[in-house]
């Protein structure tokens, strides 16, 4: 038999049937309603009493099939709802209490299937599931960032804005499936895939203005940058004898380059030249002189 009493003996209605349930209302205008006792098919109601205007249900005990929801008392205005005990099958949801309008919602407990999203303190947000298999999302914090990161390692995906310069990064995968874009720093703006032959990077700002396209690390690269040095535009596809160079600056310089012993060239500029040269043992023709670009070039 549940022995259950509550509020002073003129306010207080207590009512049991069979072996387990009281129903009864006392000084704080609490209502209790339990049924079962201890920690076996135990369901609790409360409202009133206590610290505020608390509400609370309970079913189960100990780390069983436990579900409490809880309203007022404690700090300030929190909800509490949980379900499960322990690291197993738990799911809690709080707003209110701590240092601001905190929410937090969380099922599964330690490193397993975890969620959590949670809101205030720095207007901070932040989701996250899992332990490896993690996603996060947070705002606030630091230089107004929000940062987005889903798995761990090698599977990473990052998003991040703020912090540092008003920088904007995005990072998928960690090592060389790696994707980043990055805006700030020097008004600096990367994209990157790929860390070994397979990258792709733009990057605009730093140095002198300068942009630059990349794609492939050895041989198959293209490259592409304008500015750095004298307003230079150079585009460059492989590294070795399939290369294609065009090139701009200098002293007003055009020069586009196409393999190695198969070799393509074409400069214009210095004193006026162009010249242009197909193969190794191939025609030949180079024209020299104070003669203008247009004129060498109707000549030719």
């Known amino acids: 038999m549940i022995q ?48 505020g205007d608390c509400v609370a249900l309970e079913t189960g005990g100990g780390d069983g099939e436990c579900v409490a929801l809880e309203t007022g008392g404690g700090d300030s205005e929190c909800v509490a709802l949980e379900t499960g005990g322990g690291d197993g099958e738990c799911v809690a949801l709080e707003t209110g ?22 809101t205030g303190g720095g207007d901070c947000v932040a989701l996250e599931a899992g332990g490896g298999d993690c996603v996060a999302l947070e705002a606030g914090g630091g230089d107004d960032c929000v940062a987005l990161e889903a798995g761990g390692g090698d599977d990473c995906v990052a998003l991040e804005a703020g912090g540092g310069d008003d920088c904007v990064a995005l990072e998928a995968g960690g090592g060389d499936d790696c994707i980043a874009l990055e805006a700030g720093g020097g008004d600096d703006i990367a994209l990157e895939a790929g860390g070994g032959d397979d990258c792709i990077a733009l990057e605009a700002g730093g140095g002198d203005d300068c942009i630059a396209l990349e794609a492939g690390g050895g041989d ?51 004193d006026g030249c162009i010249a242009q040269e197909t193969g190794r043992r191939g025609r030949r023709q180079r024209r020299l002189g104070d003669r203008p670009v247009a004129t060498a070039s109707a000549s030719s």
Not at 27 to 44: H, K, N, P, R, Y
Not at 97 to 118: H, I, K, R, S, Y
């Open 220 to 270: 198959h690269c293209i490259a592409l940058e304008a500015g750095g040095g004298d307003d230079c535009i150079a585009l460059e596809a492989g590294g070795g004898d399939d290369c294609i160079a065009l090139e701009t600056g200098g002293d007003g310089c055009i020069a586009l380059e196409a393999g190695g012993d198969g070799c393509i060239a074409m400069e214009a500029g210095g």
């Open 97 to 118: 209490g701590g240092d601001g309008e905190c929410v937090a919602l969380e099922t599964g407990g330690g490193d397993g299937d975890c969620v959590a999203l949670e």
């Open 4 to 51: 259950h009493w509550r509020g002073d003996s003129s306010d207080c209605i207590a009512q049991e049937v069979g072996d387990d349930l009281i129903l009864e209302a006392g000084d704080d205008d609490c209502v209790a309603l339990e049924t079962g006792g201890g920690d076996g098919d135990s369901i609790a109601l409360e409202t009133g009493g206590g610290d």
